[in-house]
């Protein structure tokens, strides 16, 4: 599975972004799908993760309530709606599949390229 993340950018505090995430190969969908971030000087975190039947998600506490993650199968793509942006939420964002249903960026084979996101206060 190829991974190409897509959507990051400069918004203001308040804002919204949607990433995307876009799965090559015909095993997409029997993958499940998490975003992670890592901000300058941080460890890669979790933010989000969804079972590969769409039918499950968690989020991080510090995006509860923030940020949806979604999976379209037929299209091959998940996409992460961040809503309320902080400055906190700056960092690069990441796509990952796993076979495994795991927080833990260690358990994901396979990872997209990155996109950045910046919020400004």
């Known amino acids: 599975v190829q991974l190409q993340a897509s959507g990051g950018g400069l918004v203001r505090a308040g804002g919204s972004l949607r990433l995307s995430c876009a799965g090559s190969?015909?095993?997409?969908?029997?993958?499940?799908m998490g975003w992670f971030r890592q901000a300058p000087g941080k460890e890669r975190e979790f933010v989000a993760r969804?079972?590969?039947?769409?039918?499950?998600?968690n989020y991080a506490d510090s995006v509860k309530g923030r940020f949806t993650i979604s999976r379209d199968n037929a299209k091959n793509t998940v996409e992460l709606q961040m809503n309320s942006l902080k400055p906190e939420d700056t960092a690069v964002y990441y796509c990952?599949?796993?076979?495994?249903?795991?927080?833990?960026?260690?358990?994901?084979?396979?990872w997209g390229q990155g996109t950045q996101v910046t919020v400004s206060s």
């Open positions: 190969g015909r095993t997409f969908n029997r993958y499940n």
């Open positions: 990952a599949a796993g076979s495994a249903w795991s927080y833990y960026s260690d358990q994901y084979d396979y």
């Open positions: 969804i079972r590969w039947s769409g039918g499950s998600t």
